[in-house]
């Protein structure tokens, strides 16, 4: 779990994101998931954006891809939300939280 200060380090990293994901009409499809555990795997904070024709909110999303790939919500702002997940990788700057 992560603490508010965190959230907040979070939250200002992730300003200057481009959507790694964009999610069009249909719902989370296992493809989609594989997609985004791809891309916390590669940077640890992610943005996913959801068309305006998708059909579930972003919220919801939200909890569902951090239920189905452990990892923590950031935050959600109208059809976007960002997910944090320390990544094992070796050779990337990992996000120091401390």
Same mark, same amino acid.
């Given at each position: 779990? @992560? *603490? *508010?200060?965190? !959230?907040?380090?979070?939250?200002?990293? #992730? &300003?200057?994101? /481009?959507? #790694?994901? @964009?999610?069009?009409?249909?719902?989370? *499809?296992?493809?989609?998931?594989?997609?985004?555990? !791809?891309?916390? $795997?590669?940077?640890?904070?992610?943005? =996913? #954006?959801?068309? /305006?024709?998708?059909?579930?909110?972003? /919220?919801?999303?939200?909890?569902?891809?951090?239920? #189905?790939?452990?990892?923590?919500?950031?935050?959600?702002?109208? &059809? !976007?939300? =960002?997910? $944090?997940?320390?990544?094992?990788?070796?050779?990337?700057?990992? @996000?120091?939280?401390?």
């Amino acid at each position: 779990m @992560i *603490t *508010t200060k965190q !959230r907040s380090k979070l939250k200002s990293l #992730a &300003n200057t994101l /481009k959507p #790694a994901v @964009i999610i069009g009409k249909g719902e989370l *499809t296992e493809a989609v998931l594989e997609e985004i555990d !791809r891309a916390l $795997y590669h940077n640890e904070l992610v943005k =996913v #954006a959801a068309l /305006k024709s998708c059909e579930m909110s972003a /919220k919801s999303m939200c909890s569902e891809v951090c239920q #189905a790939l452990d990892c923590q919500p950031v935050q959600v702002v109208g &059809n !976007r939300f =960002v997910v $944090y997940k320390f990544s094992d990788k070796d050779g990337i700057e990992h @996000i120091q939280l401390d």
